[in-house]
């Protein structure tokens, strides 16, 4: 495995050593490894970024390349992005590639759509905060739904959404967010 990262990535032990995920990097199989690179470099990725996705999310490189090549195939096809820019964003997002983008993305994409009123919206709010990616359909529509019950009207929150998209990964619907919420209420001399 240390002879193939230096001869294909260009990656030096320096370079593996200051690895936050070190142990995980050290059990990738050389043949896994070898695979995920070559599909990633037949779609123009640097070497430099695949060595990048190896010290953010080595997991990554265990994974079967088809399960790999889907989701980043996802985020290109739905996203609208290049094969280097898809790889950018999960580089910057490692959690995506666990979860199945190419069965949930379309239709939260589609949901986001719907909900803010404007064929694109889902693309430009999971551009804006692609870990929104790794998103399912219900869980928007819960914390959605969350914020009608404390009294938002839908354009209230289109407008949170638009401002602030990372509000769709809370779960706003727990005990603790919604004693979060509560106290805000009580305490905030603003509407939510």
């Known amino acids: 495995l240390l002879q193939w990262l230096e001869g294909s990535l260009g990656v030096g032990l320096d370079q593996l050593a200051a690895c936050k995920a070190l142990c995980a990097a050290l059990t990738v199989a050389t043949g896994a490894a070898s695979a995920?690179?070559?599909?990633?470099?037949?779609?123009?990725?640097?070497a430099g970024q695949v060595a990048q996705l190896l010290f953010r999310q080595p997991t990554a490189f265990a994974r079967r390349p088809a399960r790999l090549s889907a989701r980043l195939g996802a985020l290109q096809q739905h996203l609208g992005l290049d094969?280097?820019?898809?790889?950018?964003?999960a580089i910057a997002n490692p959690t995506l590639l666990t979860n199945k983008l190419e069965s949930n993305l379309p239709p939260l994409l589609r949901f986001l759509d719907g909900y803010m009123g404007e064929e694109g919206s889902g693309r430009k709010v999971v551009l804006a905060q692609p870990a929104l990616a790794a998103l399912n359909v219900r869980t928007a529509e819960r914390n959605i739904h969350s914020l009608a019950a404390r009294g938002c009207s839908q354009h209230q929150i289109r407008e949170m959404v638009n401002k602030k998209t990372t509000l769709l990964l809370l779960n706003l619907a727990s005990p603790l967010q919604r004693?979060?919420?509560?106290?805000?209420?009580?305490?905030?001399?603003w509407a939510l």
């Open 36 to 46: 995920v690179c070559s599909l990633l470099q037949q779609q123009q990725v640097p």
């Open 179 to 189: 004693q979060k919420l509560d106290w805000i209420d009580r305490m905030s001399p």
């Open 83 to 89: 094969a280097a820019a898809a790889l950018q964003v």
